[in-house]
């Protein structure tokens, strides 16, 4: 799924009436209305840097005078003292979206050099890394866009864009066979064209899916590594695969050797650290 502009400004807006209301009074009250001035984002610690690009957004939302000058782009390696971007105008827009900014920002950074880390261990093999819905309610764009920066991939977006059946769906549907054939039936009433993943938490179920067919990719939960080398095998290529269920830093490696198409790791956006950075008034 891609991100329009329109997205972005609306979370911008959002989050600015969250901080903002009727105004920065803390600003209005301390800074004169037409002092100007210079700040720089300071980084303070190593890693992937993300939410440049969005930061320009919130620097000209709040006041579209201000001027951005970019040093360091998304994606790029940060390490600490590094400046990542100078915005001059208006002291009272620049502390008014400040907090702003930095909050996007280091979450944003964190996500980003984790999955990067995440992507290079994956190197040598096919496999690619995945995020999942385990997200910030409400942040999900930009920790999915954080996510894609660091050179990983995007699952679904949400529950709108993908059909995945998951455990509770077979459960409830009373089956394997039961969920698929429901899904594919809905998919076809409905006149829709969405892709249909499903979860299997063991070989047998596997087996039913194989013999049903009509899913872009099988996810294999919880599963042991001699039960993914069973699973492949029997799979024989027929279908991507995912591997899924407390996939951490320590074995995502051993999981892609396996030959696995995909890891996906909510760890990526549930467990990560936000990056140190600061916005410092330049004298």
Same mark, same amino acid.
């Given at each position: 799924? &891609?991100?329009?502009?329109?997205?972005?400004? *609306?979370?911008?807006?959002?989050?600015?009436? &969250? /901080?903002?209301?009727?105004?920065?009074?803390?600003?209005?009250? =301390?800074?004169?209305?037409?002092?100007?001035?210079?700040?720089? !984002?300071?980084?303070? *610690? %190593?890693?992937?840097?993300?939410?440049?690009?969005?930061?320009?957004?919130?620097?000209?939302?709040? /006041?579209?005078? $201000?001027?951005?000058?970019?040093?360091?782009?998304?994606?790029?390696?940060?390490?600490?003292? %590094?400046?990542?971007?100078?915005?001059?105008?208006? /002291?009272?827009? @620049?502390?008014?979206?400040?907090?702003?900014?930095?909050?996007?920002?280091?979450?944003? +950074?964190?996500?980003?050099?984790?999955?990067?880390?995440?992507?290079?261990?994956?190197?040598? =093999?096919?496999?690619?890394?995945?995020?999942?819905?385990?997200?910030?309610?409400?942040?999900?764009?930009?920790?999915?866009?954080?996510?894609? @920066?660091?050179?990983?991939?995007?699952?679904?977006?949400?529950?709108?864009?993908?059909?995945?059946?998951? *455990?509770?769906?077979?459960?409830?549907?009373?089956?394997?066979?039961?969920?698929?054939?429901?899904?594919?039936?809905? $998919?076809? *009433?409905?006149?829709?064209?969405?892709?249909?993943?499903?979860?299997?938490?063991?070989?047998? &179920? !596997?087996?039913?899916?194989?013999?049903?067919?009509?899913? @872009?990719?099988?996810?294999?939960?919880?599963?042991?590594?001699?039960?993914?080398?069973?699973?492949?095998?029997?799979?024989?290529?027929?279908?991507?695969?995912?591997?899924?269920?407390?996939?951490?830093?320590?074995?995502?490696?051993?999981?892609?050797?396996?030959?696995? /198409?995909?890891?996906?790791?909510?760890?990526?956006?549930? +467990?990560?650290?936000? $990056? %140190?950075?600061?916005?410092?008034?330049?004298?």
């Amino acid at each position: 799924m &891609e991100i329009s502009e329109k997205e972005l400004r *609306d979370f911008i807006k959002n989050a600015l009436h &969250e /901080d903002v209301r009727d105004g920065d009074h803390t600003s209005a009250s =301390t800074i004169p209305a037409n002092a100007t001035g210079k700040a720089k !984002l300071l980084v303070k *610690d %190593d890693g992937i840097i993300a939410g440049v690009e969005l930061a320009q957004l919130i620097f000209d939302e709040v /006041d579209s005078d $201000l001027k951005v000058e970019i040093l360091i782009n998304d994606g790029e390696e940060i390490k600490k003292g %590094d400046i990542v971007l100078y915005v001059s105008g208006r /002291d009272r827009s @620049i502390l008014t979206a400040e907090r702003l900014v930095l909050n996007c920002m280091q979450r944003m +950074s964190g996500i980003a050099t984790v999955t990067h880390d995440m992507v290079d261990k994956l190197k040598g =093999t096919r496999c690619k890394v995945l995020d999942t819905r385990k997200t910030t309610p409400g942040f999900r764009l930009l920790e999915k866009w954080a996510v894609k @920066i660091g050179g990983g991939v995007n699952h679904r977006f949400g529950l709108f864009d993908m059909i995945l059946i998951k *455990d509770n769906h077979v459960d409830y549907a009373g089956g394997v066979k039961n969920a698929l054939f429901a899904a594919q039936k809905y $998919l076809k *009433d409905k006149n829709l064209e969405l892709p249909i993943e499903i979860e299997v938490r063991n070989l047998d &179920e !596997l087996a039913e899916v194989l013999e049903i067919g009509g899913v @872009i990719r099988i996810m294999l939960d919880n599963f042991s590594f001699d039960n993914i080398s069973a699973a492949l095998k029997m799979i024989d290529g027929r279908f991507p695969v995912e591997a899924s269920g407390g996939i951490n830093p320590d074995t995502i490696r051993q999981y892609a050797e396996t030959g696995v /198409d995909y890891v996906s790791m909510g760890y990526l956006t549930h +467990s990560v650290k936000s $990056l %140190d950075l600061s916005l410092k008034a330049v004298k």
